[in-house]
């Protein structure tokens, strides 16, 4: 029944092996063919010929051929790269190419030589020879009409060029390539070399070549060589210093130092173990000598041995090699261009290339590398590489070894194969339904069982019979772990359990995780790692969980622990942690830039201090402690420009002219692999003061003012600069802008003093007229306001004494006189206290409360906060206001009326008046009572020239009360600000 629900379980996830392998079955021939085992042997053969990884650059990268003859690096540090199409300019991000078209006499270009002095010279067959300098090309004829030359053992001494031909000796005076010597082939001697030295002329030899003879100024012989089998061999001979010369045929060099006489003779087979090495040529680079050839380069020390030898891969077929400021190495071709090697690759061994590596780990001590379809290869750690070790080609799952069983597994898609004793048993595991390994895709030992993860879940199966005792169904388990006696399982889901028989989820005490886990790593006795897929890694001690910083979103595949140190296998590549403080700390990123064969890391571990990591284009062995090193060696410009005039050192004084535009071009000579925009700093003085940081390689400036100007750059340390300078018009210059100035300042002057006076004499006419003005206004309105209350005053006596009510009459007579008596006397005052105020207005209203009895109402309410005896308010303001509700609110209304007065403290200089009646309103007075309303006119007007005359600052508004009512009523607000002086 358990093997039933498992095939129920299993068998749409297998439905399509089972037809695959009947296909299989009957159509696989019984046979395995020869021509299989080969391709795997010479597949197996290119795994390690392949060496390190090189990048090739080709006619598809810019060059204008792939046939290249030799590679020279400047003393700026930019390659020049000679091919049988023209001569190229590489900086590590564009090429510049010379051809005829630039004035070479030949594209055809088979040697180069630097100098010191910033020139660059090419040599070929030809009429014209020269150099090219500030990337202008330069080319020279000889001085006998007609020439050709064919310089093939050239020398280049100092800043010198000596062109050298079979027969023929040139240098170059006044423009013309001057003929030193020739060769004469006499009967016994014949001079052979021109020597640039203080007291050597030449070197001779006899037609044997078997001899060279120094020759001394006066042409005396002072020293001879037996030079048997070296001159009459192909071979290369120059002079490359002062006090150097060379020879060198494809299987031995000769070096004689011209100031000692003394000579060096080394062979190929003691130096290279090589026998034999064709195009061999020596070369100083960079104040080195460096030698190479077919296969190999490398540097000549103190006693012209050769060091730093860089075996070139055969299958390259290179026949020159340079090594460059960097240490990088550039490798010339005749058929596929130029390859590169950045210094860090050449410390790194590639193994398994172009092979998918899906695991690599240690096995019982051995290395084991999972082979995508080829199967278990094991480490030799005597030749320090891979070989097979169990051919599978199926899919693999895990290698493990049990300790207690002292044995290792190794499990794939059809079989469980173990070694103990060194001897390999093939376990019968094979379902017989669908012929495939579904018992165990790794193993662990646990409570004296094996346990096994199969695609649904995990076997406990017995060590003796290896037979199924029972199984557990869990889907998507990824790997098994016995960690502190715990039996923990990884699945798509999160981490899981196995205990007392049961598989269940862990639980976490600070956050929910259920995640896809591939993989498990221990990394202390109470901590792991669980590697996700797109999530990160996480470190837990299986109660509280947390990611590891940096890993965020990246498919861990693996990782692995070294003392206190992290290695995470990512498909961004390998990632490397310390422990700092009981915390892992993020330090490097180890990817394609640093040598890796791709990005893609599946497995990698530590050995003898050196990282072995498995990818999907196979192996690399790489220095744990590699240390990246900078491609960058200048930066510098391209293009300086003003209007379209080239900025150079001869050339760097231009006229002012309106609308300028100046423009700058910078560069850089890198040769990173994996370049990114360039960040660097730039400033041109005098205008900033401070650096601008940018990535743009194109800077432009616009109209600049008549300066001398220097655009400074930086970037990783390197400067450059260029420095010009904008000269002024005339009416530019300092002296005609000191007089248009002076003139300026004194026509400034007289004219406002002009102006000043004549400001000042109508200034303070005006504010006197104003001032008088204003207060014959004042009052002349206070005396049209007086007369207006005392005609109403005396109507209401009038009233009374038509009434015959005498009585009320003598009171209010009494009243109004009082008034009026306080009224003269406050008249010649413009402004009196609030208080003052307050006592006029009550007085007036208790007037008109005895003309209009119980019909009218007032409340008068002072704020506490005001110091009415000390705030001060213009005579006579309010009272104009008051009387209009009174004799045109209320006394128009049939009921009775309400008058109130507020006065509300704002701050120490400002309050304000309010003034409600709930009569008919202004609306209905305009309609019947427009003439009675002549003192609100004169109101606006004394407001208007109380804020005139700047001592008050006095608002003045009116709303209805009850706009929705049919008496309407009125408000009017005063806010009242004393101004201070």
């Given at each position: 029944?358990?093997?039933?629900?498992?095939?129920?379980?299993?068998?749409?996830?297998?439905?399509?092996?089972?037809?695959?392998?009947?296909?299989?079955?009957?159509?696989?021939?019984?046979?395995?063919?020869?021509?299989?085992?080969?391709?795997?042997?010479?597949?197996?053969?290119?795994?390690?010929?392949?060496?390190?990884?090189?990048?090739?650059?080709?006619?598809?990268?810019?060059?204008?051929?792939?046939?290249?003859?030799?590679?020279?690096?400047?003393?700026?540090?930019?390659?020049?790269?000679?091919?049988?199409?023209?001569?190229?300019?590489?900086?590590?991000?564009?090429?510049?190419?010379?051809?005829?078209?630039?004035?070479?006499?030949?594209?055809?270009?088979?040697?180069?030589?630097?100098?010191?002095?910033?020139?660059?010279?090419?040599?070929?067959?030809?009429?014209?020879?020269?150099?090219?300098?500030?990337?202008?090309?330069?080319?020279?004829?000889?001085?006998?009409?007609?020439?050709?030359?064919?310089?093939?053992?050239?020398?280049?001494?100092?800043?010198?060029?000596?062109?050298?031909?079979?027969?023929?000796?040139?240098?170059?005076?006044?423009?013309?390539?001057?003929?030193?010597?020739?060769?004469?082939?006499?009967?016994?001697?014949?001079?052979?070399?021109?020597?640039?030295?203080?007291?050597?002329?030449?070197?001779?030899?006899?037609?044997?070549?078997?001899?060279?003879?120094?020759?001394?100024?006066?042409?005396?012989?002072?020293?001879?060589?037996?030079?048997?089998?070296?001159?009459?061999?192909?071979?290369?001979?120059?002079?490359?210093?002062?006090?150097?010369?060379?020879?060198?045929?494809?299987?031995?060099?000769?070096?004689?130092?011209?100031?000692?006489?003394?000579?060096?003779?080394?062979?190929?087979?003691?130096?290279?173990?090589?026998?034999?090495?064709?195009?061999?040529?020596?070369?100083?680079?960079?104040?080195?000598?460096?030698?190479?050839?077919?296969?190999?380069?490398?540097?000549?020390?103190?006693?012209?041995?050769?060091?730093?030898?860089?075996?070139?891969?055969?299958?390259?077929?290179?026949?020159?090699?340079?090594?460059d400021k960097t240490g990088s190495i550039w490798i010339s071709t005749f058929t596929d261009g130029v390859y590169h090697l950045p210094i860090e690759k050449q410390n790194i061994k590639y193994c398994l290339t172009g092979e998918k590596v899906n695991s690599i780990g240690k096995v019982n001590d051995n290395i084991i590398a999972h082979v995508f379809n080829k199967g278990f290869y094991k480490f030799n750690k005597s030749k320090n590489e891979f070989s097979p070790f169990i051919d599978e080609e199926e899919y693999l799952f895990n290698a493990t070894y049990i300790e207690e069983?002292?044995?290792?597994?190794?499990?794939?898609?059809?079989?469980?194969?173990?070694?103990?004793?060194?001897?390999?048993?093939?376990?019968?595991?094979?379902?017989?339904?669908?012929?495939?390994?579904?018992?165990?895709?790794?193993?662990?030992?646990?409570?004296?069982?094996?346990?096994?993860?199969?695609?649904?879940?995990?076997?406990?199966?017995?060590?003796?019979?290896?037979?199924?005792?029972?199984?557990?169904?869990?889907?998507?388990?990824?790997?098994?772990?016995?960690?502190?006696?715990?039996?923990?399982?990884?699945?798509?889901?999160?981490?899981?359990?196995?205990?007392?028989?049961?598989?269940?989820?862990?639980?976490?005490?600070?956050?929910?995780?259920?995640?896809?886990?591939?993989?498990?790593?221990?990394?202390?006795?109470?901590?792991?790692?669980?590697?996700?897929?797109?999530?990160?890694?996480?470190?837990?001690?299986?109660?509280?969980?947390?990611?590891?910083?940096?890993?965020?979103?990246?498919?861990?595949?693996?990782?692995?622990?070294?003392?206190?140190?992290?290695?995470?296998?990512?498909?961004?590549?390998?990632?490397?942690?310390?422990?700092?403080?009981?915390?892992?700390?993020?330090?490097?990123?180890?990817?394609?830039?640093?040598?890796?064969?791709?990005?893609?890391?599946?497995?990698?571990?530590?050995?003898?201090?050196?990282?072995?990591?498995?990818?999907?284009?196979?192996?690399?062995?790489?220095?744990?402690?590699?240390?990246?090193?900078?491609?960058?060696?200048?930066?510098?410009?391209?293009?300086?420009?003003?209007?379209?005039?080239?900025?150079?050192?001869?050339?760097?004084?231009?006229?002012?002219?309106?609308?300028?535009?100046?423009?700058?071009?910078?560069?850089?000579?890198?040769?990173?692999?994996?370049?990114?925009?360039?960040?660097?700093?730039?400033?041109?003085?005098?205008?900033?003061?401070?650096?601008?940081?940018?990535?743009?390689?194109?800077?432009?400036?616009?109209?600049?003012?008549?300066?001398?100007?220097?655009?400074?750059?930086?970037?990783?340390?390197?400067?450059?600069?260029?420095?010009?300078?904008?000269?002024?018009?005339?009416?530019?210059?300092?002296?005609?802008?000191?007089?248009?100035?002076?003139?300026?300042?004194?026509?400034?002057?007289?004219?406002?003093?002009?102006?000043?006076?004549?400001?000042?004499?109508?200034?303070?006419?005006?504010?006197?007229?104003?001032?008088?003005?204003?207060?014959?206004?004042?009052?002349?309105?206070?005396?049209?306001?007086?007369?207006?209350?005392?005609?109403?005053?005396?109507?209401?006596?009038?009233?009374?004494?038509?009434?015959?009510?005498?009585?009320?009459?003598?009171?209010?007579?009494?009243?109004?006189?009082?008034?009026?008596?306080?009224?003269?006397?406050?008249?010649?005052?413009?402004?009196?206290?609030?208080?003052?105020?307050?006592?006029?207005?009550?007085?007036?209203?208790?007037?008109?409360?005895?003309?209009?009895?119980?019909?009218?109402?007032?409340?008068?309410?002072?704020?506490?906060?005001?110091?009415?005896?000390?705030?001060?308010?213009?005579?006579?303001?309010?009272?104009?206001?008051?009387?209009?509700?009174?004799?045109?609110?209320?006394?128009?209304?049939?009921?009775?009326?309400?008058?109130?007065?507020?006065?509300?403290?704002?701050?120490?200089?400002?309050?304000?008046?309010?003034?409600?009646?709930?009569?008919?309103?202004?609306?209905?007075?305009?309609?019947?009572?427009?003439?009675?309303?002549k003192s609100s006119n004169v109101l606006h007007d004394r407001l208007h020239f109380l804020n005139y005359s700047e001592k008050w600052k006095i608002d003045y508004k009116t709303e209805e009360l009850n706009p929705n009512s049919v008496d309407k009523g009125n408000k009017s607000v005063f806010i009242i600000t004393k101004k201070q002086k």
């Amino acid at each position: 029944m358990k093997h039933e629900k498992r095939h129920t379980i299993i068998i749409l996830i297998l439905l399509w092996r089972f037809f695959s392998e009947l296909y299989i079955l009957f159509k696989k021939p019984k046979r395995v063919t020869k021509k299989k085992y080969l391709l795997y042997a010479f597949l197996f053969a290119c795994t390690f010929s392949y060496g390190q990884q090189f990048t090739n650059y080709s006619t598809k990268n810019g060059l204008p051929s792939n046939h290249i003859y030799k590679i020279a690096q400047d003393e700026k540090g930019f390659l020049w790269i000679a091919t049988d199409k023209g001569l190229v300019k590489y900086n590590g991000n564009d090429m510049r190419i010379f051809t005829t078209k630039d004035g070479l006499a030949t594209n055809d270009v088979w040697e180069v030589f630097t100098t010191p002095n910033g020139k660059l010279w090419y040599l070929s067959k030809s009429s014209k020879l020269g150099f090219i300098e500030n990337d202008s090309v330069y080319a020279f004829e000889s001085e006998l009409k007609g020439e050709i030359f064919n310089p093939i053992y050239s020398s280049q001494v100092g800043n010198k060029m000596f062109l050298t031909s079979s027969n023929t000796f040139h240098v170059l005076k006044n423009e013309k390539w001057k003929l030193l010597m020739k060769y004469r082939l006499g009967d016994s001697i014949a001079a052979n070399s021109f020597i640039d030295h203080p007291t050597i002329s030449s070197f001779k030899t006899t037609e044997l070549l078997d001899s060279v003879f120094v020759q001394d100024k006066n042409n005396k012989t002072i020293k001879s060589y037996g030079f048997k089998d070296v001159l009459n061999r192909i071979h290369k001979r120059g002079q490359i210093t002062d006090s150097l010369f060379y020879w060198v045929n494809d299987k031995q060099y000769s070096l004689l130092n011209l100031n000692t006489l003394e000579i060096h003779n080394r062979n190929f087979k003691d130096e290279l173990a090589l026998e034999q090495s064709k195009h061999v040529r020596i070369n100083i680079v960079n104040s080195k000598i460096q030698i190479s050839g077919n296969g190999f380069v490398g540097v000549l020390d103190e006693n012209f041995h050769i060091k730093n030898t860089y075996y070139i891969p055969e299958h390259l077929k290179a026949h020159f090699a340079l090594i460059d400021k960097t240490g990088s190495i550039w490798i010339s071709t005749f058929t596929d261009g130029v390859y590169h090697l950045p210094i860090e690759k050449q410390n790194i061994k590639y193994c398994l290339t172009g092979e998918k590596v899906n695991s690599i780990g240690k096995v019982n001590d051995n290395i084991i590398a999972h082979v995508f379809n080829k199967g278990f290869y094991k480490f030799n750690k005597s030749k320090n590489e891979f070989s097979p070790f169990i051919d599978e080609e199926e899919y693999l799952f895990n290698a493990t070894y049990i300790e207690e069983l002292d044995t290792e597994f190794y499990m794939s898609k059809r079989h469980i194969k173990t070694v103990k004793n060194k001897v390999i048993l093939d376990l019968d595991v094979q379902d017989p339904v669908y012929f495939m390994n579904d018992k165990a895709r790794q193993l662990v030992y646990y409570n004296d069982y094996l346990f096994g993860h199969f695609s649904v879940g995990i076997n406990k199966i017995n060590p003796e019979k290896f037979s199924i005792e029972n199984e557990y169904l869990q889907s998507g388990i990824n790997e098994l772990l016995i960690f502190n006696d715990r039996f923990l399982v990884a699945t798509s889901s999160g981490l899981k359990e196995f205990k007392d028989e049961m598989i269940s989820s862990i639980q976490f005490d600070n956050k929910e995780f259920n995640q896809s886990i591939l993989s498990i790593t221990k990394i202390s006795d109470t901590e792991i790692l669980l590697n996700t897929d797109g999530f990160g890694t996480y470190i837990t001690d299986l109660k509280t969980i947390k990611q590891l910083p940096k890993s965020e979103f990246l498919i861990v595949n693996n990782a692995y622990l070294e003392n206190n140190t992290i290695w995470l296998a990512t498909e961004s590549g390998v990632l490397k942690y310390a422990k700092t403080n009981d915390t892992f700390v993020f330090q490097v990123l180890i990817d394609k830039d640093n040598g890796l064969p791709s990005n893609s890391v599946n497995n990698m571990l530590v050995y003898e201090e050196k990282l072995m990591i498995g990818t999907n284009n196979g192996v690399a062995i790489i220095p744990k402690n590699q240390k990246h090193t900078s491609q960058l060696l200048d930066v510098y410009f391209e293009e300086a420009l003003f209007n379209n005039q080239p900025i150079t050192t001869r050339n760097s004084v231009f006229q002012y002219e309106d609308n300028s535009s100046i423009n700058f071009k910078i560069s850089n000579i890198d040769y990173s692999e994996r370049q990114k925009n360039l960040s660097y700093n730039y400033k041109l003085e005098p205008i900033h003061k401070d650096w601008t940081q940018t990535t743009t390689n194109n800077l432009n400036f616009n109209d600049l003012q008549p300066e001398n100007y220097t655009l400074f750059i930086e970037a990783q340390g390197f400067t450059n600069q260029v420095s010009f300078t904008i000269q002024p018009l005339w009416w530019q210059k300092f002296w005609f802008k000191a007089s248009m100035v002076l003139l300026a300042i004194i026509i400034i002057v007289l004219i406002s003093r002009h102006f000043v006076k004549r400001s000042q004499f109508q200034k303070h006419q005006k504010i006197f007229e104003d001032k008088r003005l204003s207060e014959l206004q004042l009052k002349a309105l206070r005396s049209q306001m007086n007369p207006h209350f005392v005609f109403n005053s005396l109507s209401a006596i009038q009233y009374y004494i038509g009434e015959n009510n005498f009585e009320t009459s003598e009171l209010y007579l009494v009243k109004f006189s009082k008034l009026i008596r306080q009224f003269f006397e406050l008249s010649k005052e413009n402004e009196i206290s609030l208080a003052t105020e307050v006592s006029l207005l009550q007085n007036y209203l208790e007037i008109e409360k005895l003309r209009f009895k119980e019909k009218l109402n007032f409340v008068v309410h002072v704020d506490p906060n005001l110091d009415t005896k000390h705030t001060k308010i213009p005579t006579m303001l309010l009272q104009p206001i008051v009387e209009n509700a009174v004799n045109h609110g209320v006394f128009n209304k049939m009921d009775n009326g309400l008058v109130t007065l507020n006065f509300i403290y704002m701050n120490e200089h400002t309050f304000k008046v309010e003034i409600m009646d709930d009569g008919v309103g202004f609306v209905n007075i305009n309609n019947r009572q427009s003439e009675d309303v002549k003192s609100s006119n004169v109101l606006h007007d004394r407001l208007h020239f109380l804020n005139y005359s700047e001592k008050w600052k006095i608002d003045y508004k009116t709303e209805e009360l009850n706009p929705n009512s049919v008496d309407k009523g009125n408000k009017s607000v005063f806010i009242i600000t004393k101004k201070q002086k």
